[in-house]
């Protein structure tokens, strides 16, 4: 079973980029192991619903660390992921912190 996962990169609260990930899912024997293909991030977990909710945690975790030892966007463009910037209009401000949130999106 496959899923696409829209992640969002927010900079001071404010959505900045968007990317989309593969969530894979399998079950061998008692459990279900979770993995996003493009990142190589894989979780396991007793329930489908669990392994979701770790691997979006665990992709959580890791482009957050990768985004703040600075090597973001060659991190993800080695394993071909292009963010998509969200443009809004500017009221002078720009963003200063930067975090990244897998938001779940089922088709």
């Known amino acids: 079973m496959r899923e696409a996962i829209a ?27 979770s993995e996003c293909v493009e990142l190589g991030t894989v979780t396991q977990a007793p329930t489908l619903e669990e392994a979701r ?9 890791q482009l957050n660390e990768v985004e703040e030892l600075g090597f973001i966007d060659q991190f993800l463009r080695d394993r ?15 963003p200063q912190g930067v975090s990244w949130d897998p938001v779940l999106a089922r088709a």
């Open 7 to 33: 992640v969002v990169r927010y900079g001071d609260s404010v959505p900045k980029d968007v990317a989309v990930l593969t969530f894979q899912y399998s079950q061998k024997d008692d459990i279900w192991v």
């Open 80 to 94: 071909g992921v292009s963010p998509v910037p969200i443009l809004f209009r500017s009221h002078g401000a720009s």
């Open 53 to 61: 909710q770790w691997l979006v945690q665990a992709v959580r975790l």
